[in-house]
């Protein structure tokens, strides 16, 4: 049989492409080696997975607005296709969480991620000629991602910064390396079967805090975009480079006596509980009005939730969080812990369907201080909604990232949410329902810049503003 060249090309092709796939199908992402050339994103070497980065810019800048858009949508299938298998191995990987928490949030990024709409030019007209403000991308955006949402973020940060039209490379946390080189892998591997450049996205197969630094001093990575606690961020903004911060919260919730109690005790419930307690914008104490202090205990206990008494909250502290300097923080090994499993570390059996644990302290106790991010939550007496304010604040140390409100009094509200001045307040309703998605309105992200300013990002973001003027011409009207 004689095969003309073009026919043997095609072949190889085709075969290497079915390597390819199997590779990634089989989830093996750690299994394979790494080389300087990379595998579908993943390199050995931070400096050559910054240099495939600018690479793919080079020809990724050649495509329009629309391609971009089709290139995202290969990345929101990329949710939607694994979110099963990426929501088990971010459990396994982790230990933190619940998989139909995070197959949620999968889907919530698949819908909800802000994506090219958001770059809309804007044009000025007038008597001295025609000026348009346009969203130009930054390059390489280098990114840290957090061990808590390690694809949900992931999948985010790419469709934001994609729709942006930069590209993009990741120090995955390492906690969760194996499964963010799959997901980077499985996201280049769709890309490119819609007709995209190879290596949008990269990273480093073994991420370590020398590989963070690298990614922060390259001269390449002209924008950093960091989601972690505070002692990335201070790296990060260490390194005198535009720093896209979304760091650490706290957040309280304030009841006062006007306030619908059944219905907070219901939105608070559902809401910290939501996959193990690890958002951000998860509640993390609760502030109640002296005069209804007692009903609201009997009304988060009828939610299901289960309630510590006396030294049940101190010793379980004792075991779950350490004094760090001068602040409390949560031992790693009891961050996304379900209620039972904080429950068996002091002795008492529950089911696995209990919620939270709840129990009252004092406003300086380690469960108000730290940011606990597991399924216990303190309940702290206030005399009065003023003092509430002004503890709440305190509590939360002026991160400026999320609180919630519950009161009748819209006067009441407006003054919580003049005074904590967050980066997102809800006003009657658990506060993951401020970061839009299915629970709530308008934009949703897993970036919620606080540190920075931009609060939940979307792509203009990750986008430099540019202007164009033409001076007295091209004046049409
Ligand atoms: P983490 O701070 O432990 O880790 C984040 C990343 O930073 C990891 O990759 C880690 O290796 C790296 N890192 C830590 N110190 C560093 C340093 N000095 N130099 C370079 N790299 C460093 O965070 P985590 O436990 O994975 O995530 C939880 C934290 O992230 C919480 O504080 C949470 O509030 C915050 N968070 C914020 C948002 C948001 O949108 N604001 C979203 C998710 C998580």
Same mark, same amino acid.
């Given at each position: 049989?004689?095969?003309?060249?073009?026919?043997?090309?095609?072949?190889?092709?085709?075969?290497?492409?079915?390597?390819?796939?199997?590779?990634?199908?089989?989830?093996?992402?750690?299994?394979?080696?790494?080389?300087?050339?990379?595998?579908? /994103?993943?390199?050995?070497?931070?400096?050559?997975?910054?240099?495939?980065?600018?690479? #793919?810019?080079?020809?990724?800048?050649?495509?329009?607005?629309?391609?971009?858009?089709?290139?995202?949508? #290969?990345?929101?299938?990329?949710?939607? &296709?694994?979110?099963?298998?990426?929501? =088990?191995?971010?459990?396994?990987?982790?230990?933190?969480? =619940?998989?139909?928490?995070?197959?949620?949030?999968?889907?919530?990024?698949?819908?909800?991620?802000? /994506?090219?709409?958001?770059?809309?030019?804007?044009?000025?007209?007038?008597?001295?000629?025609?000026?348009?403000?346009?969203?130009?991308?930054?390059? $390489?955006?280098?990114?840290?991602?957090?061990?808590?949402?390690? !694809?949900?973020?992931?999948?985010?940060?790419?469709?934001?910064?994609?729709?942006?039209?930069?590209? %993009?490379?990741?120090?995955?946390?390492?906690?969760?390396?194996?499964?963010?080189?799959?997901?980077?892998?499985?996201?280049?591997?769709?890309?490119?079967?819609?007709?995209? @450049?190879?290596?949008?996205?990269?990273? $480093?197969?073994? @991420?370590?805090?020398?590989?963070? *630094?690298?990614?922060?001093?390259?001269?390449?990575?002209?924008?950093?975009?960091?989601?972690?606690? @505070?002692?990335?961020?201070?790296?990060?903004?260490?390194?005198?480079?535009? $720093?896209?911060?979304?760091?650490?919260?706290? @957040?309280?919730?304030?009841?006062?006596?006007?306030?619908?109690?059944?219905?907070?005790?219901?939105?608070?419930?559902?809401?910290?509980?939501?996959?193990?307690? %690890?958002?951000?914008?998860?509640?993390?104490?609760?502030?109640?009005?002296?005069?209804?202090?007692?009903?609201?205990?009997?009304?988060?206990?009828?939610?299901?939730?289960?309630?510590?008494?006396?030294?049940?909250?101190?010793?379980?502290? !004792?075991?779950?969080?350490?004094?760090?300097?001068?602040?409390?923080?949560?031992?790693?090994?009891?961050?996304?812990?379900?209620?039972?499993?904080?429950?068996?570390?002091?002795?008492?059996? %529950? !089911?696995?369907?209990?919620?939270?644990?709840?129990?009252?302290?004092?406003?300086?106790?380690?469960? $108000?201080?730290?940011? *606990?991010?597991?399924?216990?939550?303190?309940?702290?007496?206030?005399? &009065?909604?003023? *003092?509430?304010?002004?503890?709440?604040?305190?509590?939360?140390?002026?991160?400026?990232?999320?609180?919630?409100?519950?009161?009748?009094?819209?006067?009441?509200?407006?003054?919580?949410? =003049?005074?904590?001045?967050?980066? %997102?307040?809800?006003?009657?309703?658990?506060?993951?329902?401020?970061?839009?998605?299915?629970?709530?309105?308008?934009?949703?992200?897993?970036?919620?810049?606080?540190?920075?300013?931009?609060?939940?990002?979307?792509?203009?973001?990750?986008?430099?503003? =540019?202007?164009?003027?033409?001076?007295?011409?091209?004046?049409?009207?």
């Amino acid at each position: 049989m004689n095969i003309t060249d073009d026919q043997l090309q095609t072949v190889v092709q085709n075969v290497i492409k079915r390597m390819s796939t199997m590779d990634i199908s089989s989830g093996s992402a750690t299994s394979h080696s790494a080389g300087a050339t990379g595998q579908w /994103g993943v390199f050995n070497n931070m400096n050559d997975a910054i240099d495939a980065a600018d690479k #793919a810019f080079g020809q990724y800048c050649r495509f329009g607005l629309q391609d971009r858009k089709t290139f995202v949508d #290969a990345v929101r299938k990329v949710a939607l &296709d694994y979110k099963e298998e990426f929501s =088990r191995m971010a459990v396994e990987q982790t230990g933190m969480g =619940r998989v139909e928490h995070k197959i949620a949030k999968h889907i919530n990024v698949a819908k909800y991620a802000s /994506g090219v709409e958001f770059l809309q030019p804007e044009s000025y007209s007038g008597a001295n000629g025609l000026a348009l403000d346009e969203y130009a991308p930054w390059g $390489v955006i280098g990114n840290i991602s957090p061990s808590t949402h390690p !694809s949900p973020t992931m999948l985010e940060n790419i469709i934001s910064q994609l729709s942006g039209g930069n590209t %993009i490379v990741f120090n995955p946390h390492p906690g969760a390396k194996r499964l963010n080189a799959y997901v980077i892998q499985c996201c280049n591997k769709y890309i490119v079967d819609a007709g995209g @450049p190879e290596n949008l996205v990269t990273c $480093v197969a073994e @991420p370590t805090l020398e590989s963070a *630094q690298i990614m922060f001093e390259h001269p390449v990575t002209r924008l950093l975009s960091v989601t972690g606690g @505070p002692a990335v961020v201070q790296a990060a903004m260490k390194c005198n480079k535009t $720093v896209l911060a979304a760091g650490p919260g706290n @957040p309280p919730v304030l009841i006062d006596e006007t306030a619908d109690l059944a219905l907070a005790a219901k939105e608070i419930t559902a809401s910290s509980s939501f996959d193990n307690n %690890i958002l951000c914008i998860g509640e993390k104490q609760i502030f109640v009005v002296d005069s209804v202090f007692d009903q609201f205990m009997r009304l988060f206990e009828n939610e299901g939730n289960r309630k510590l008494i006396g030294p049940q909250m101190d010793n379980l502290a !004792s075991k779950a969080l350490s004094l760090k300097g001068k602040h409390y923080l949560i031992n790693r090994d009891f961050v996304g812990k379900s209620a039972s499993v904080l429950a068996k570390a002091i002795g008492i059996n %529950i !089911s696995d369907n209990v919620p939270m644990l709840f129990g009252e302290t004092d406003k300086n106790h380690p469960w $108000v201080l730290s940011e *606990q991010m597991t399924c216990c939550i303190p309940v702290i007496r206030v005399p &009065d909604f003023k *003092q509430g304010v002004e503890i709440a604040r305190h509590s939360e140390h002026y991160f400026r990232h999320t609180a919630s409100v519950f009161t009748q009094d819209m006067n009441r509200a407006t003054e919580f949410s =003049r005074r904590l001045d967050c980066s %997102i307040v809800v006003i009657n309703g658990g506060t993951l329902r401020g970061n839009g998605g299915d629970m709530g309105q308008g934009t949703f992200s897993h970036t919620i810049a606080s540190p920075t300013g931009q609060g939940i990002t979307n792509p203009r973001d990750f986008c430099r503003r =540019r202007r164009i003027m033409t001076s007295h011409a091209m004046r049409f009207v």
